[in-house]
Nanobody, 113 residues
Framework: VQLVESGGGLVQPGGSLRLSCVASGMLFRINVMGWYRQAPGKQRAMVAFIRSGGSANYIDSVKGRFTISRDNAKNTVYLQMNGLKPEDTAVYYC????????WGQGTQVTVSS
């Protein structure tokens, strides 16, 4: 299993980013996929997950700001992040939900003025 995240960067508060994660070596379309983040000094935590049919769940702090989506034909899961806040600063990872133990290298998101 290989997971490759991209799309992170430095953005000002209130800005937007779109993260992508391409998966290989797994039956992507049948898996529930999740985005996770790890802030400095904190444990990795789930942010959102999306079922194979497209329904999704989010942690309360990102509801209304983040949108998770997937393209099963491209083995890709996305995280559209709007209204970014400094507390969203973290390394973002994708994996299955629950986590399978496979992780990519992550993509750094920094929200700062």
């Amino acid at each position: 299993v290989q997971l490759v995240e991209s799309g992170g960067g430095l953005v000002q508060p209130g800005g937007s980013l779109r993260l992508s994660c391409v998966a290989s070596g797994m039956l992507f379309r049948i898996n529930v996929m999740g985005w996770y983040r790890q802030a400095p000094g904190k444990q990795r935590a789930m942010v959102a997950f999306i079922r194979s049919g497209g329904s999704a769940n989010y942690i309360d702090s990102v509801k209304g700001r983040f949108t998770i989506s997937r393209d099963n034909a491209k083995n890709t899961v996305y995280l559209q992040m709007n209204g970014l806040k400094p507390e969203d600063t973290a390394v973002y990872y994708c994996s299955t939900y629950p986590p399978s133990g496979y992780w990519g290298q992550g993509t750094q998101v920094t929200v700062s003025s």
